[in-house]
């Protein structure tokens, strides 16, 4: 599918359904059929099992109710990192100026190219023969003047389409759209608006600034009002080093006990610490993500006083976070637990000083990088987490 309506410089790149697409590529029996990569909790959906109302992140039961013929496959997750690298190849080979947003997705700025390539429109095409061709994936494009008008052409576009949005047609294009396609609107802040009646984001562009900052908040407030009139004067950024590092893992909806949710937490906090060490990164703020079993989210955060890459100093803080939140858990359930850490400084940072032997801490950690680095992850782990399964690790963009 394509659709013209006009000229711009900035292409949105993601592929279709991108583990299930993978799965679908290298076992021809899964073409066309109802594909759920990953079994407790919906990973990918091919477009087949989304035709039933299987989404990501679904608990694995249900999508099998809603999808009976769906194909259960294990997530193979070396094969996913694979294909993104060979996709990202191909956006490399045209155009030096990409930005990556994840492993399935990047922006692309194509402005200088006019001359030795064509149009954006032109080179769209292309990028998309060549990901199909050399890579085997199904790849959407938007093609729009800023980042964020092309990311949302793009999702309008899918599955395998191409959309276009001229400068002088953004807003008719953009304000007949649900409010859910404004970047960084979930289900609560649209559920707030839809109760206000602001259904569409044409809806959101007529309030003033300052109605929304009083609905939402100062941040989400400006934030909205930018995006809903297409003010989005972000640059494509070569290069740009990730702003937080973290992991999460799903749960499933039965109960878990607080000794449970510690041992989760731990095994997180040891995939972030050395993932942190390895990228030469040390932060200062530490979040804890939650999600509850009526899809509600909340998040706690705290920074500390200096930047530090140690597992202890990390753990102990989460910990705090997580005893802070057991109320809240208590009475909701939880069937996903996160953690990041942000406020990331590009050289290691002066550690954290605490109550227990720092030179010791940093010497423990480098030991059993050492060890995992040499032996692989499963070598050597804590005592609280033998015989448990700490989760998938998701494969992600270099840092």
Not at 194 to 222: F, H, I, Q, Y
Not at 261 to 276: E, N, Q, T, Y
Request: aromatic residues 4%; positive net charge.
């Amino acid at each position: 599918m394509f659709v013209s309506l006009g000229g711009a410089n900035i292409l949105h790149a993601d592929l279709d359904a991108f583990y299930a697409s993978v799965e679908q590529r290298d076992d021809p029996r899964l073409r066309g059929r109802p594909v759920i990569v990953g079994a407790g909790v919906v990973l990918a959906c091919s477009y087949e099992a989304k035709a039933y109302g299987v989404r990501t992140a679904m608990n694995g039961g249900q999508a099998l109710r809603r999808c009976p013929g769906a194909i259960i496959v294990e997530p193979r997750m070396s094969a996913y990192s694979e294909a993104s690298k060979a996709v990202f190849k191909v956006f490399e080979d045209t155009t030096p100026l990409v930005e990556g947003l994840s492993i399935d997705e990047a922006f692309l700025d194509v402005g200088g190219l006019r001359k030795i390539r064509g149009t954006p429109v032109e080179i769209a095409r292309r990028l998309r023969a060549e990901v199909l061709s050399r890579v085997g994936l199904p790849i959407t494009v938007g093609v729009a003047r800023t980042k964020f008008l092309a990311k949302v052409a793009s999702g309008v576009a899918k599955p395998d389409g191409l959309l276009e949005v001229a400068p002088d047609r953004e807003l008719e294009f953009l304000h007949p759209l649900d409010v859910s396609r404004l970047w960084g609107v979930g289900e609560v802040t649209a559920e707030k608006l839809r109760s206000r009646g602001l259904t569409k984001v044409g809806d959101v562009a007529v309030l003033p600034e300052a109605a929304l900052v009083a609905m939402l908040g100062r941040a989400s407030g400006r934030h909205l009002h930018a995006l809903a009139h297409n003010r989005d004067p972000r640059p494509i950024e070569v290069g740009r080093r990730r702003r937080s590092i973290g992991s999460q893992r799903a749960l499933g909806r039965s109960p878990k006990s607080p000794a449970t949710l510690d041992a989760v937490l731990a095994g997180l906090v040891d995939r972030v610490s050395r993932r942190m060490r390895n990228a030469g990164r040390s932060g200062r703020t530490v979040t804890l993500r939650l999600r509850f079993d009526d899809f509600t989210r909340a998040t706690r955060s705290h920074t500390l006083p200096q930047a530090t890459d140690q597992t202890r100093a990390i753990l102990i803080t989460a910990r705090a976070l997580l005893r802070a939140a057991q109320p809240l858990i208590a009475a909701q359930g939880i069937t996903m637990i996160g953690i990041s850490v942000g406020n990331l400084e590009n050289e290691a940072a002066l550690q954290l000083a605490l109550p227990f032997d720092k030179a010791a801490n940093n010497e423990l950690d480098s030991a059993l990088d050492q060890v995992k680095d040499k032996f692989g992850t499963d070598a050597i782990t804590r005592g609280i987490l033998l015989g448990k399964r700490q989760g998938l690790e998701m494969p992600m963009l270099p840092d």
